[in-house]
């Protein structure tokens, strides 16, 4: 029998965007998110190495822009998402590669607050044994209450995967599983561009409403 891969930390979230040069000297180019509300800055902690290079690629074969399907690292402030500290780990010139799950995100991390009557869960997004996230930080998302029940509360010892879709500018939970919390690295040196793993395969699969 096949093992399983190990869990893994990770907040992911889908888009469909346009990759635009910068709109005056020293600036730096952005990713413009219509259906998310705004535009991400794409400075240089904000991409891995390999996607800094091909955004300049992009950028010199379409000085008027692109359209791209996009996979972010979210954040988010006060809530709501915080899309000026985003990240970008990579983009595809064919928007078609993740119709399926545009506009959704993907989640894996413990439960650090609980606001059960609103239904607001924070998240702790951790560093991975080999991963290269240099320390922990928060995802908040918002619980429908016929959901509420599954949340295992902080200090219970469980992580939780959530996956859901964006909605009003809110991580708006559909699914909602605890689970044994992954192994996780206290710290390390890292880069500071690099961000959590993504989630695996089977998590996008069902996040797929379309073939």
């Known amino acids: ?85 985003f990240q970008l780990p990579r983009f595809s010139q064919d928007p078609a590669r993740w119709e399926g799950v545009y506009g959704r995100f993907f989640a894996l991390g413990i439960p650090q607050a609980w606001e059960e009557v609103a239904g607001y869960l924070v998240l702790e997004i951790r560093p991975n044994p080999q991963g290269l996230l240099p320390k922990p930080f928060p995802l908040e998302v918002l619980v429908p209450k016929e959901l509420r029940p599954k949340v295992a509360p902080p200090g219970e010892g469980l992580a939780l995967r959530a996956q859901g879709r964006v909605v009003s500018g809110l991580l708006v939970v559909e699914e909602l599983e605890a689970l044994p919390p992954p192994p996780t690295r206290a710290e390390g040196p890292t880069p500071p561009q690099e961000g959590p793993a993504s989630p695996p395969e089977s998590d996008l699969h069902q996040g797929q409403k379309g073939p």
């Open 1 to 85: 029998m096949e093992a399983k891969a190990p869990l893994l930390y990770y907040a992911t979230l889908y888009a469909r965007g346009t990759l635009l040069p910068p709109k005056k000297p020293k600036a730096p180019p952005v990713l413009s998110l219509p259906e998310l509300g705004g535009e991400v800055p794409l400075t240089r902690k904000r991409l891995p190495p390999k996607t800094r290079k091909a955004l300049a690629k992009v950028l010199a074969a379409h000085p008027e822009g692109l359209e791209v399907g996009a996979h972010l690292w979210p954040k988010t402030k006060e809530g709501r998402l915080d899309l000026a500290r």
